[in-house]
Structure formats: structure tokens, C-alpha cells
């Protein structure tokens, strides 16, 4: 069974810090890209944050570069998400999700799995 497993949310203070992780189960992960978005309250579309892509290359999306950082440990099959310097408008519900292809990566409809997502909220 396929399982991603998105963790770490929270309730943080503006200019605060989370780590969010994403544990993967049940599929080659090494050869899949894995890939953070997140879906804002309100908001139809789920924004492509950052990407770890199977050749262990990254995409980081502008809206967060400097801010956000992806890692990825194939031994563990572990992705994870470094969140800092946070702002209110980063508060939304983040995913995680796999992806056996190689392009269009930031779009969430090529991903074939997903998580159920962890819950961001930012206080001002």
C-alpha cells in the first residue's frame, strides 16, 4: 500500500520555524521526485513549493527562496521541508506528493501520490 505521510504542522508566530515531514511507503521512492505544495485557505490551486527530483537535483519555487529548503534522505524515505523566517500568508494546509516522471513537476496533477497534508498557521 502507497502511503505518504505528511508531519509537523503547526501554530507558529511570524518569523518563526517548522520542519515538516514526509515519510513514503509502498512504491520505489528513490526513483520517484517528491514534491511540497501547499494549498492556501480559500484557494482552489495548490502552489508547487519546492521539489526534490530522483537525480537529487531541487526546484524552489521564488514565492519562498530563501525561506524554504527541501531535503531528502532516500535511506529513510524521508523528504522534508524546512520552513523559516515564516509569514501569515504562508498559512495553509501542506502536502507532500510522488512523482514517477521527470517533467512538469511543478504541476500537482502529474503527481501520481499524495499526502493527506499537515495543517501551517502563522500568527502575526
Known amino acids: 500500500e502507497v502511503q505518504l505521510q505528511a508531519s509537523g504542522g503547526g501554530l507558529v508566530q511570524a518569523g518563526g520555524s517548522l520542519r515538516l515531514s514526509c515519510a513514503a511507503s509502498?512504491?520505489?521512492?528513490?526513483?520517484?521526485?517528491i514534491g511540497w505544495f501547499r494549498q492556501a485557505p480559500g484557494k482552489e490551486r495548490k502552489e508547487a513549493l519546492c521539489?526534490?527530483?530522483?537525480?537529487?537535483?531541487?526546484y524552489v519555487a521564488d514565492s519562498v527562496k530563501g525561506r524554504f529548503t527541501i531535503s531528502r534522505d532516500n535511506a529513510k524515505n524521508m523528504v522534508y521541508l524546512q520552513m523559516n523566517s515564516l509569514k501569515p500568508e504562508d498559512t495553509a494546509v501542506y502536502y507532500c506528493?510522488?512523482?514517477?516522471?521527470?517533467?512538469?513537476?511543478?504541476?500537482?496533477?502529474?503527481?501520481?501520490?499524495w499526502g493527506q497534508g499537515t495543517l501551517v498557521t502563522v500568527s502575526s
Open positions: 506528493a510522488a512523482d514517477r516522471g521527470r517533467y512538469y513537476l511543478g504541476v500537482p496533477a502529474t503527481y501520481d501520490y
Open positions: 509502498g512504491f520505489a521512492f528513490d526513483d520517484y521526485a
Open positions: 521539489i526534490s527530483r530522483s537525480d537529487g537535483s531541487t
